[in-house]
């Protein structure tokens, strides 16, 4: 192939890759846009403690459901018609919680959209994967963590954004509709967007072939990936399909505990990446900027500035994961964290509660301040992208695909339980909260210096 051929494919599929991660965009944009709504919608549906805690997580329940039957979805309808689903899933679910009549439907209807943001999960790095060439697969798999992060900060950008317009979350902005419903609606825009581009897209050259469908993969082959020898792709394709078909949960069995050690390390690197609490920040951080003393606005603000700290974060993550390796970054980003969460616990043990209200006040407010970024420098640049990235190459071939199914629901369920907890733990102190995340960050130091080996330049077909 020509250097100008070879441009022209990569910039095709690097097009292709971009509008299919846009999927990861609404996944990062439902994790943040409760983050400016929750006080708000607490107050005025009268909610507080475990009930508020559940609704902001709720929608994790639908993305653990739709993270486990987008796969079989996919294989008997196609990737993109799972796409088209997701967005309108996601499309239905911001309209309906914007308007939703109390925190019963409201949940309702998050589940709902975590149905399709967990089927896009899934779906988007496979067909991104299938879809481009081994030159440069890993690159355009780093876009999907790359719009997740995005979506996040776009999230809280227009959370501060209305706010701002309205003068508060809870203050009525457009036709006499509070703005934090309308931070809910917004996310419309992005559904809509990403189901148009949906229709666009080509379908998989691997679901064409499971399909029978030899004339198109090729074409797609072809157009895509720059394949000179399509026949011998297209077989590779099918022999890789006649393997995955011999393929069920019962390898995974062994004689730790029911499962394969391998597998546990998988669950337990998927359970630390949540345990640690970072969701926290990006569910609750403005909650947590209001308690050292910045208003609700300032208090916005200070989430989109994190948000973007993430982006940069998880960009270094990306230029380095290849270079220093992914056991060494875990350590670190295992150390940064322990010491960043350990900070903030020793500094919120000053804190004083007036009327249910926390503040932090002298130097220990900026002194959690400056912790709080630090944490999320530590988890942007390490366990952040590094644990997906093991995750998608550390288990043998055979088991590779079920053992990723079983370490991403670990890593839902986790989700959920740390999102649904925080409000009760920081109501017995954001102190005990904060030494609770640090202790489980030290103990993923301890975790990953003993069972976790470095894959940095190892085949896949050496994993065992």
Known sequence: ???????????????????????????????????????????????????????????????????????????RWGRIPVMVIAAILFLVSSIASGFAFGVVDLIIWRVVGGLGVGAASVIVPAYIAEVSPAAIRGRL????????VTGIFAALLSNAWLAGLSGGAAEVLWFGIPAWRWM??????????????????????????????????????????????????????R???????????????????????????GILLSVFQQFVGINVIF????????????????????????????ILATIV??????????????????????????????????ATVVGGEVTLEGPWSMVALLAANLFVIGFG???GPVVWVLLGEMFPNRVRASALAVAAAAQ????????????????????????LYAACALASLVFVWWKVRETKGMELEDMR
């Open 1 to 75: 192939m020509t250097e100008t051929a070879y441009r022209r494919v990569n910039a095709r599929v690097t097009g292709i890759a971009l509008a299919a991660a846009l999927g990861g965009f609404l996944f990062g944009f439902d994790t943040a846009v409760i983050n400016g709504a929750v006080v708000a919608l607490s107050d005025d549906f009268g909610i507080d403690g475990a009930i508020e805690g559940f609704t902001v997580s709720s929608a994790l329940l639908g993305c653990a459901v739709g993270a486990w039957f987008a796969g079989s979805i996919a294989n």
């Open 141 to 148: 798999g780093s876009l999907q963590q790359l719009a997740i």
């Open 184 to 237: 809910f609606v917004v996310a419309a825009v992005p559904a809509l967007v990403y189901g148009i581009m949906a229709f666009r897209l080509p379908e998989s050259p691997r679901y064409l072939v499971l399909r029978g469908d030899v004339d198109k993969a090729s074409q797609v082959l072809l157009d895509l990936g720059g394949v000179t020898d399509v026949n011998l792709k297209i077989q590779q394709i």
């Open 239 to 265: 022999d890789s399909l006649e393997s995955e078909e011999k393929e069920s949960l019962r390898d995974l069995r062994g004689s730790a505990l029911g499962l394969r050690p391998i597998v546990w390390v």
């Open 283 to 310: 569910y609750y951080s403005t909650t947590l900027w209001r308690s050292v003393g910045f208003d609700e606005s300032s208090a916005l603000l200070t989430s989109v500035i994190t948000s973007v700290i993430n």
């Open 317 to 350: 993550a990306i230029l380095l994961v290849d270079r220093v390796g992914r056991r060494t970054l875990l350590i670190a980003g295992s150390i940064i964290m322990t010491v960043a969460l350990g900070t903030m616990a020793v500094a919120f043990s000053f």
């Open 381 to 383: 640049a390490t366990w």
């Open 412 to 435: 839902w369920v986790a989700n959920f339980i740390v999102s649904t907890t925080f409000p009760v733990l920081s109501g017995i102190g954001l102190s005990f909260a904060y030494g």
